[in-house]
């Protein structure tokens, strides 16, 4: 996982101007909906939808929210029916991209994503073509000043509670394990009084495309375009991208 500070820089630049934009709830409430559709509206019965509502949870989405997206999907309310997509392609420069989306019509979301792709010198690819260079995993950041655990002892206990890997980065420890795994050591460092800055589920890639001060600046356009489509859940890349360029074009 060595290097995936590079993806997590641009992630977090682009969750912060999400969350501005407020449409951060409702990309959650679709994702807590087809969860609750496909597995059940109990999320101890469905791995999938607590791992939605534990997002949700954490990124501050009021309840009544996410008990409405689950009822909507139960039938409890009148709702609509999404599909679930992933679209790959090349960005600008190479770069891989993976796009996420959930949908009512899946002919304007494509148009809209391939439109975005060719605006800003990218190609919508075949299914497949990138996804070979992304991996999944469970992935949880540990604020180091909530924590009097030092490097050693926060090691050791993520290797009692099963994960796979622990990086330490500045003023943060960051927690890997394979998807099966993410509830079980989640529930395992929680019971050790361990709060999480972020618990997600996600994509990383394995190898990363650089990228100079242009080409990132066109990179940035493009995911920016994609998440400001409201059906785009989430995008994944593998831009490695100088942390002075991204704060200069933040």
Known sequence: MAGHSKWNNIKRRKGAQDAKRGKIFMRLA????????????????????????????????PNENIDRAIKKAIGDLDGVHYEEFTYE???PGGVAVMVKVLTDNKNRTAADVRHAFNKNDGNLGENGCVSFMFDRKGYLVINRQTTDADEEEMMLEVIEAGAEEMETGEGQFEIFTVPEDFTAVKSALEASGHTFE???????PSTYTPLEREGVEKMLKLIDMLEDNDDVQDVYHNLDADDEI????S
Do not use: C
């Not at 807590?32 to 989405?61: T, W």
């Not at 972020?198 to 990383?204: G, L, Y």
């Not at 991204?246 to 074009?249: A, D, I, M, P």
């Open 198 to 204: 972020t618990s997600e589920v996600t994509m990383f």
């Open 89 to 91: 392609g090349y960005g």
């Open 30 to 61: 679709r994702e807590i909906f087809m969860a609750a559709k496909e597995g059940g509206g109990d999320p101890d019965m469905n791995s999938n939808l607590r791992l939605a509502v534990d997002k949700a949870k954490s990124n501050n989405m």
């Open 246 to 249: 991204l704060e200069q074009l």
